[in-house]
């Protein structure tokens, strides 16, 4: 059995080549499905490995598949890419200035990654079954590991993963702290649309048009109050109205507004009930002022559900590689959406945090992830890529003791 200390002391020694590897990421952040210079740059740091390494057909993912020594389970480890469109505002030397950011902290997940498969490969001999590390493209908002599942991710190894796993950094949780639960773990994502269509006129003369400024307004007062009193606060929704656009100067009344909204649950019930009512309010609302209006509500992410028996195994192997206060039961979900949500549909496994606040901030007045200001500590570069791999060699040993 792989000793978990020497497997931590080895990671450790990775360090300063996995914060060479996260700043140069972080310098040349890409979005959406196509990751050239991420992709190309994956493929070098694994090349002499020996894994077998496929790269995607219609995005830039990258797979890579850690034959051991014998047969047993295989175990499945994702690290997203992609960033996001957002100017970074960090001040950090090695800030990117493309207008684009590694603002969620991908570039830490590629990092831990590749550091895991960089400590699992000498261990081979020792390992009964494979390792599938699953680089992907896309997460934030192009649905990437539903793409990478189309082009067959879960036959890579030649069977099916018995178990996945996906850590994620946090810009506002504790330096070094792990949390995960059971259950729901993070949010369905889904997108409400909504066009208020009316008749245009003079602002002086309200009464000879129909005017969906109003209306619109009135819509997303009552989708608020919709949310509140129509779901349990045990199963609750959350409903973020996030753009709003109509009109050209004041004294015109325009034909038509429209917005958007973002919605977040956290069951597939409250998911179908929030996609009918929203509908419905928008419907009532115009009808009751003569408009006509357009509301196309569109489920993206799916709950991302950790089963809770690999929870409580995340728990225990965490603990036992990093120490007691290293690992906190995570309360609540988050109201954070994720299309891993995709493979742990699929396969049994779950979604882990991992606290990155940088020494010199207080967590609760850290800039959110997503902000242009959020920063992550490289310090956790090294017990991130050690959880992953740790991960791996106990889950293996623990099919292989089994028998499974």
């Known amino acids: 059995m792989i000793a978990l200390p020497t497997l931590l002391d080895d990671a450790r020694a990775l360090q300063p080549d996995l914060v060479r590897i996260r700043h140069d990421l972080h310098r040349v952040p890409e979005l959406g499905l196509r990751l050239p210079r991420t992709q190309e740059r994956v493929l070098s740091e694994l090349d002499g490995l020996g894994l077998d390494v496929s790269t995607g057909t219609g995005l830039g993912s990258v797979t890579a598949v850690l034959r051991g020594s014998r047969p047993g389970s295989t175990v499945l480890l994702r690290g997203d890419m992609d960033a996001l469109p957002v100017v970074e505002e960090t001040g950090l030397d090695f800030a990117a200035d493309n207008g684009r950011m590694h603002a969620c902290g991908h570039d830490l997940h590629t990092t831990m990654l590749l550091g895991a498969a960089k400590l699992l490969t000498p261990r081979r001999d020792q390992l009964a079954g494979d390792v599938v590390f699953m680089f992907q493209p896309g997460e934030e908002g192009y649905d990437g590991a539903a793409r990478m599942l189309d082009e067959g991710l879960l036959s890579a190894s030649g069977r099916k993963p018995d178990a996945a796993y996906a850590l994620h950094v946090i810009s506002g949780l504790r330096g070094g702290l792990f949390t995960t639960r059971g259950g729901p773990m993070l949010s369905a994502s889904s997108r409400l649309e909504v066009t208020v269509r009316g008749s245009g006129g003079h602002g002086s003369a309200p009464f000879r048009a129909v005017d969906p400024v109003p209306v619109a307004c009135e819509m997303v007062l009552a989708l608020q109050a919709f949310v509140t009193r129509r779901f349990d606060i045990f199963d609750p929704v959350v409903l973020t109205v996030g753009t709003i656009h109509g009109g050209t100067q004041e004294n015109v009344i325009p034909d038509e507004v429209v917005f958007a909204a973002t919605v977040r649950s956290f069951s597939r019930h409250a998911q179908a009930v929030v996609k009918d009512g929203a509908v419905q309010v928008c419907a009532g609302i115009a009808a009751a002022h003569g408009a006509e209006v357009r509301a196309e509500f569109a489920e993206q992410y799916p709950v991302t559900v950790n089963d809770e028996a690999e929870a409580e195994f995340v728990a225990h192997a965490l603990r036992e590689l990093h120490g007691e206060n290293r690992f906190a039961p995570a309360p609540q979900p988050l109201s954070a959406s994720e299309d891993f949500s995709r493979v742990l549909d699929e396969i049994p496994g779950a979604m882990i945090s991992l606290g990155a606040c940088p020494e ?41 003791r089994s028998g499974a």
């Open 360 to 400: 010199d901030l207080a967590p609760e007045k850290a800039p959110n992830n997503h902000s242009p200001r959020a920063r992550f500590d490289d310090a956790v570069l090294g017990d991130g890529a050690a959880a992953y791999a740790g991960l791996a060699v106990r889950r293996m040993c623990t099919f292989t």
